[in-house]
């Protein structure tokens, strides 16, 4: 970190940010902010204790096993606690891909959320069939 943004946080957050009680903040700033590779032990460790821990752990046990969260749909409805939201939160406190959840929610989303025209479709009800077209927001689909 530079000195210029230490003087402006008045202490180091590096000790903070390294405590082994948020494993999924330990494991981002080990490989985000210090640059370590992911296959560090102490990266690696951190991660696997993050997917035992919450939030990531909470996360996983609300989700139905058949892969969504709160109601079966395109998933981004309620917003905030859908599926498509706890897919966005897994991702960025590094969830592990591997995991067969994860895998899951992720096959659920792809399944049910596509629309005909490419994209992610966020409305309806449409159990049987994926969104219309005119279901797409833009800022889900980068």
């Not at 494993?23 to 460790?45: H, I, K, Y």
Request: some cysteine; overall charge negative; aromatic content about 6%.
């Amino acid at each position: 970190m530079t000195d210029s943004r230490l003087r402006s946080l008045k202490a180091d957050p590096l000790p903070w940010l390294l405590e082994e009680s948020d494993p999924a903040v330990r494991a981002a700033t080990l490989t985000r902010l210090l640059r370590r590779p992911d296959s560090d032990p102490d990266a690696v460790a951190a991660r696997a204790a993050a997917m035992r821990s919450d939030p990531i752990r909470g996360i996983l046990d609300a989700m139905d096993p058949r892969g969504f969260w709160v109601k079966p749909g395109p998933g981004y409805a309620p917003k905030y606690t859908g599926t498509v939201w706890n897919l966005m939160f897994l991702e960025q406190l590094d969830a592990d891909p591997a995991d067969d959840r994860v895998q899951a929610a992720c096959r659920y989303v792809l399944d049910h959320t596509t629309v005909a025209t490419g994209g992610f479709g966020c409305s309806g009800s449409h159990l049987e069939r994926n969104p219309p077209p005119s279901s797409v927001l833009h800022c889900l689909n980068g």
